[in-house]
């Protein structure tokens, strides 16, 4: 079912114009029957001009009764049957009761590999052509920590490079996130179990949220994501991994298809060496806790008052920075 915002989203232009898209899309769904689904695809972007005007007079997510947001899960099913050929399964899964999650990473065992960063394309459906990552693994000299100078594009042989460290970014998921504050649509919003997501087709492309972000976190995606069929994640879930059209801002949901059931997010999985913790901050057992409880941790940017919920910790005696 729904979930209540907040705050009430915006109309587009009051409650008029949803009144009118009820209405409208009931035609176009009724009146025009047998007509309208018997459109070619290639007019409408590969869909339907049904479903193309599902998309495009859709309400915003958080408004959206549990009707409406079925039809949507409907329509994304079917967009990948006729597109990759996979018979996917879109679910609306809602934050987990008493849950709010948490990463922290261990920089002494990041070793640069960039397996998480594969796994997280993979996972989450992510054009292969535009090079779309949530996840960006820096490479710095020992001894320093300047973000604006680390290599974002390493190339090398073979890592670890001597004298070198790794720091992984990504979405901080932040408490106090200064994104949604600049979303002039409130396309995005934080969850209650911490986790901030995108309502797509809410979302316009102005990228004040990606201004707004100190991380570097959120990502626009410049064209129609290119997903190999073969290697299409058919497991979705419609604030996360669902695939985004173009011209919208995208970035980590920590795994929300994955975390929502009860799993580990994907790059956590993929990490080879053990250095991702992820887990529930509100569970005292937690290995995420232990890990806050019992090791120095910092938080990238702490002076800006975001509050984001990844922390960095290492097993050297000696900081890097």
Known sequence: MSRQPDSDPPDRDGQGFNTFRRR????????????????????????TLQDAMGSLLQDHYQRMTKDEIHAALERIERNARRRYGVDARCEDLPPLPNTVFGYALNISKCKGYRDCVEACVKENNLGRDSQMQYIRV???????????????????????VPGHWYLPVQCMQCDNPPCVKACPTKATWKEPDGIVVVDYDWCIGCRYCMTACPYWARHFNWTEPQIPAAEFNPNLN???NRPRPKGVVEKCHFCSQRARKGRQPACQEACPTGARVFGNLLDPKSEIRWVLENKNVF???????????????SDDRVSRA
Do not use: C, I, N, S
């Not at 409208?24 to 869909?47: E, K, N, R």
């Not at 938080?299 to 910790?313: A, I, N, Q, S, V």
């Open 138 to 160: 820096l490479q710095m000299p020992d001894g320093t920590m300047d973000l604006e100078k680390a290599e974002h594009y390493y190339d090398a042989k073979q890592v670890p």
């Open 24 to 47: 409208f899309l009931a035609g176009v769904a009724t009146a025009g029957g047998a007509v309208v689904t018997a459109h070619a695809t290639g007019a409408w972007g590969g869909q």
């Open 238 to 240: 419609y604030l996360g």
């Open 299 to 313: 938080r990238l940017k702490e002076d800006l008052g975001t509050e984001p919920k990844f922390w960095y910790f």
